[in-house]
């Protein structure tokens, strides 16, 4: 049966209510309540009128009743090796599929749920993602079952993989991934947030991240979204970046039906440097959304971004990046640039750069190209006894490389590689194009 | 160096092609047998490097008539990447630059793509490491050029003796040079030179377009051959490029 948007939304509201004590359950009425009010948001406003939302509203998402006992050997080929691994299923914290042996001291990375009587997670959850004013985020703030808290206060060679896995379910299913991640002053991690699927079906994911790097921090954020064909996936990150700290995200997008990933970060100290890498890969009627905005608000920031997007098929890839300087951002630097490959005739992309800038002492630049694979590069791969199919993928191979190479993990480097390469390939072979 | 009686490697009659819906060659006729080099010299828009690419199959350039024939197969039938397996390769007049796809990760998969196709063993990395570090003396590459991307940030001169090392790897039955010496100073003019002369044997065989008599100073050819209007309008021996350079073009165009 085809719901309407309506009646989608409805469906959402009636979620299972997630029960916890004190201040918490104030947050999650509250979430609830703004949530009621915000409703999905119209197609008009102006940082959704390009994203499609109509093959989300007539499914009817349901909470997660039961969830699946899986074994390590389910999840074997997403392990990163040598990592501080929590493992959520459809939602649920995992003790028995993670494991935080290489958790040394000064660094805490725990199931969400465990800590709510800590002081320093009460301070930081909620915070900075607005559950006031965005309904996803709202959602997600009710109705999450559990989340990931990482608390890092040293340097912490290991990376931390928070590894989110869906199984298959019977009716369309929601679930409401969450992480809070505090570095304290200058400390250094990577942390890698990875959402796969393990069978088809449909279901939505709503995960909603909060990041907060004190002065001299460095984090390097990796978030790969890799989730079934099926699936529907919304995904908000809030950052905050204190005195002379790094932030370093990449952001890889290639599964599900319809994605959206939104990220706002905030330069809340002097001298602050933030980096936003991002790739959407997308092919068939896949719809892949990337809004970021960065917030200069005091002096001296330093922001990066490249965004690229390659779209195959009749994919319809979208990327929104505002970057705004405050008045007060003297010295800001910033640089954008959003590098988009078409790869067939129905494929779409619109991409919107954006700068606002409130002072003159200011460097900025923004630049967007579109194109299609380079036939001067196809004929020369040819003439050197490559196919057709072979000098194609090893050129979009190539594009997609420059992002997935920023990830400094390189087992994932390698088996994402290996993924587009099949990826590009299967989508290819089963005619998707 | 020309052998009587070795077998035709290139025979090519009547060509005609068009570019954009202009036809730049009206006929052009050429042998190549094996063991020999040959250059085709002529002015800007003469025709020498639309010859080249058609050649080789650029899918900007159409022929339209005529017929081109490599070691007896007809080569238009035949798609870019099936001539460089039968043992043709096109040393490119601007080379491309790639970026993200590493020298060494383009030229094994290159090499293994035409190992398979002579039904040969491919190579593993390693294997291949050893090989093309031998190859790579050839034009006096500094190795690290391998782990670079394909041409990116490379200097003219580099760029060219990329070409050759590719050339040097994937050991070609018919090299076409277009304009490889232009852009080249006289020191990677000589190594380029070099690499190209030190890769001839009596089985293969060259075709060199370019402008300038001063590259074949150094690889010496067999036969000189003058383009111009998209037909060859005088074939000679290596001393007819001296006659070019000392009158220039204007004498044979009188006469065509």
């Given at each position: 049966m085809s719901l309407t948007k309506e009646q989608c939304f409805e469906q959402l509201l009636l979620g299972k209510a997630v029960k916890s004590e004190g201040w918490l359950e104030r947050v999650r009425s509250e979430a609830l309540e703004h949530a009621a009010t915000l409703n999905f948001p119209s197609a008009r406003h102006d940082d959704w009128?390009?994203?499609?939302l109509s093959s989300l509203f007539i499914h009817g998402f349901e909470s997660v009743a039961s969830f699946a006992k899986l074994t390590v050997s389910d999840i074997g080929k997403y392990l990163i090796q040598g990592s501080i691994r929590l493992v959520f299923v459809d939602g649920c914290y995992s003790a028995e599929l993670s494991?935080?042996?290489?958790?040394?001291?000064g660094v805490t990375v725990a199931s969400l749920a465990e800590r709510l009587g800590d002081e320093l997670v009460e301070s930081h959850?909620?915070?900075?993602?607005?559950y006031k004013t965005d309904t996803f985020v709202a959602l997600n703030t009710n109705f999450f079952e559990d989340g990931a808290w990482v608390h890092v206060a040293k340097e912490v060679t290991a990376p931390i993989h928070m590894l989110n896995v869906s199984t298959r379910r019977n009716s369309p299913s929601a679930i409401y991934p969450r992480c809070t991640v505090v570095m304290e002053s200058s400390s250094r991690a990577t942390v890698v947030e990875d959402y796969v699927s393990l069978d088809g079906g449909i279901y939505m994911t709503n995960a909603v991240t909060e990041v907060v790097l004190k002065d001299n921090a460095q984090l390097h954020h990796v978030r790969v979204q890799r989730e079934d064909k099926s699936a529907f996936h919304f995904g908000h990150c809030s950052v905050e970046s204190g005195r002379d700290s790094v932030y370093s995200a990449t952001s890889i997008a290639l599964g599900a039906r319809l994605s959206r990933h939104t990220v706002h970060v905030t330069q809340q100290g002097d001298g602050a440097e933030m980096c936003l890498d991002g790739l959407a890969l997308i092919a068939g009627r896949q719809i892949a959304d990337t809004h970021t905005l960065i917030d200069h608000a005091v002096p001296r920031g330093k922001s990066v971004q490249l965004h690229k997007c390659i779209a195959d098929g009749s994919a319809h890839a979208i990327f929104g990046g505002k970057i705004i300087v405050h008045t007060g951002a003297v010295g800001t630097d910033s640089a954008q640039s959003s590098r988009n490959l078409l790869l067939s005739d129905k494929a779409h992309i619109d991409t919107q750069p954006q700068l606002e800038i409130f002072n003159d002492d200011v460097s900025c630049k923004h630049g967007a190209t579109i194109g299609q694979i380079d036939q001067d590069a196809l004929f020369f791969l040819k003439s050197r006894g490559l196919d057709e199919e072979r000098a194609r993928n090893l050129l979009i191979h190539a594009f997609a490389a420059e992002i997935i190479?920023?990830?400094?993990?390189p087992s994932l480097v390698e088996s994402l590689g290996q993924t587009i390469f099949g990826r590009i390939s299967g989508d290819r072979m089963s005619g998707v194009r | 160096m020309i052998n009587k009686g070795s077998k035709v490697m290139l025979e090519v009659k009547n060509l005609r092609a068009e570019v954009g819906g202009v036809e730049i060659l009206k006929g052009v006729n050429l042998t190549v047998h094996a063991g020999e080099v040959h250059a085709i010299m002529g002015i800007n828009g003469s025709g020498k490097s639309t010859f080249s690419k058609v050649l080789a199959g650029h899918p900007d350039y159409h022929v339209t008539g005529g017929t081109a024939t490599f070691e007896g197969k007809d080569l238009f039938s035949l798609e870019p990447e099936d001539r460089a397996r039968a043992g043709l390769f096109l040393a490119f007049q601007y080379p491309v630059e790639i970026p993200g796809v590493s020298n060494s990760a383009l030229l094994r998969l290159a090499y293994n793509t035409l190992q398979t196709e002579r039904g040969l063993e491919e190579l593993d990395p390693l294997e291949f490491e050893d090989l093309v570090h031998e190859k790579i003396k050839v034009v006096e590459m500094d190795p690290s050029f391998l782990g670079r991307s394909v041409n990116e940030g490379f200097s003219g001169g580099e760029k060219k003796r990329n070409e050759i090392l590719q050339m040097a790897v994937l050991e070609p039955k018919l090299a076409i040079l277009d304009e490889?010496?232009?852009?080249?100073d006289i020191d990677a003019l000589r190594i380029v030179a070099k690499g190209v002369n030190s890769l001839l044997t009596a089985d293969n065989a060259v075709v060199m377009v370019t402008h300038y008599q001063r590259l074949l100073n150094y690889i010496v050819p067999d036969y000189v051959h003058v383009m111009d209007g998209g037909r060859i309008v005088r074939t000679g021996g290596k001393e007819l490029a001296l006659e070019l350079e000392a009158r220039g073009y204007d004498w044979l165009r009188a006469a065509a």
């Open positions: 009128r390009f994203t499609d494991d935080l042996n290489n958790a040394g001291a959850f909620g915070r900075l993602a607005p190479d920023k990830i400094p993990v | 490889t010496d232009s852009g080249l």
